[in-house]
């Protein structure tokens, strides 16, 4: 059983950039782990929307078309933890931040994650 926890959420302006991290529990991540790690969102009214995931051995990387170039997934091995760094922020980027965790990466776009942490607010501003 992996124990997902998210933080860094909070409040910002346009153009501002913000780091997420996403705490791992229950399972130590090697550097040869095959685990695939996942970042997805939901702002209201909207489905979930897959914005980046990242196969813990660092040999697969995607990213959603509406964040490529901005945000950037990243782990650390020793922290058992996975981060998103999100630069130039646009209002569009305003959802709940969820992290997820599944024993092989997921194909680009798919959700079919078997953990989920239970997510972290941002709110972009003008």
């Known amino acids: 059983q992996v124990q997902l926890v998210e933080s860094g959420g909070g409040l910002v302006q346009a153009g501002d950039s913000l780091r997420l991290s996403c705490a791992a529990s229950?399972?130590?991540?090697?550097?040869?782990?095959?685990?695939?790690m996942g970042w997805f969102r939901q702002s209201p009214g909207k489905g979930r929307e897959f914005v980046a995931a990242?196969?813990?051995?660092?040999?697969?990387?995607y990213y959603a078309d509406s964040v490529k170039g901005r945000f950037t997934i990243s782990r650390d091995n020793a922290k058992n933890t996975v981060f998103l760094q999100m630069n130039s922020l646009k209002l569009e980027d305003t959802a709940v931040y969820y992290c997820?965790?599944?024993?092989?990466?997921?194909?680009?776009?798919?959700?079919?994650?078997?953990?989920w942490g239970q997510g972290t607010q941002v709110t972009v501003s003008s």
């Open positions: 990242i196969r813990w051995n660092g040999g697969s990387i």
């Open positions: 229950g399972r130590t991540f090697g550097s040869t782990s095959s685990y695939g």
């Open positions: 997820a965790a599944n024993r092989w990466l997921p194909p680009p776009g798919s959700s079919d994650y078997a953990y």
